[in-house]
């Protein structure tokens, strides 16, 4: 038995909202995280172009403590990732080509979580430097990073899906006869 035209209606649009939930969530976590990297570190201390310095360099000693790259290295991931994480987040609120932006956001959260379960394997004992926390990586950071890119990968299929949606509604939109109303 063939869903009704409705059913079909209805769960196209329940996808709908959950990817504008996801979309604009996933934005708000990658916004949070590139704020509390930039933020003023020091209590008191004013948004300045020093006070942004400052942020980076704290941010690249716990960047160095995952021991991955050379200082280099470090010094290029500390300075760009708070902004590429803010350009993204951007772009998710956006929601301007979401397949593409949000295929960004799963390769870099695979990322994240490849980086951190290799952290937690070698049993290093450093904070996650994501959130601004004092948290130690363990258990819950792998739990946590999963969590995301789970919701990560769900809007971009579901954002795929969303967009041959519109594809087959303009196609039949196209294909139908046009009417004359006179």
């Known amino acids: 038995m063939r869903p009704s035209v409705e059913s ?3 769960k196209r649009r329940v996808v709908r909202v959950l990817v504008v939930v996801g979309r604009l ?16 570190q020091f209590p008191g ?29 470090v010094i290029f991931v500390a300075d760009t990732l708070p902004l590429f994480e803010l350009a993204l987040g951007l772009w998710l609120l956006s929601g301007i080509a979401l397949r593409y932006s949000s295929i960004v956001t799963d390769l870099l959260l695979a990322g994240f979580l ?11 004992d450093i904070k996650c430097g ?23 990968i769900a809007v971009t299929i579901g954002a795929f899906f969303v967009c041959r949606w519109r594809a087959e509604s303009r196609d039949a939109v196209a294909a139908s006869p046009a009417r004359d109303d006179k």
């Open 45 to 73: 201390a004013r948004w300045s172009v020093a006070s942004v310095k400052t942020s980076l360099a704290m941010f690249s000693v716990e960047v160095d403590a995952y021991q991955l790259l050379p200082p280099s290295g």
């Open 114 to 124: 490849a980086v951190v379960v290799r952290s937690y394997m070698r049993g290093l």
């Open 25 to 40: 969530f996933l934005a708000a976590v990658l916004l949070f995280a590139a704020y509390v990297k930039l933020k003023p």
């Open 130 to 152: 994501c959130f601004g926390s004092d948290d130690p990586l363990g258990p819950w950071t792998i739990v946590r990073d999963s969590l995301l890119l789970a919701a990560s």
């Open 8 to 10: 079909k209606k209805a």
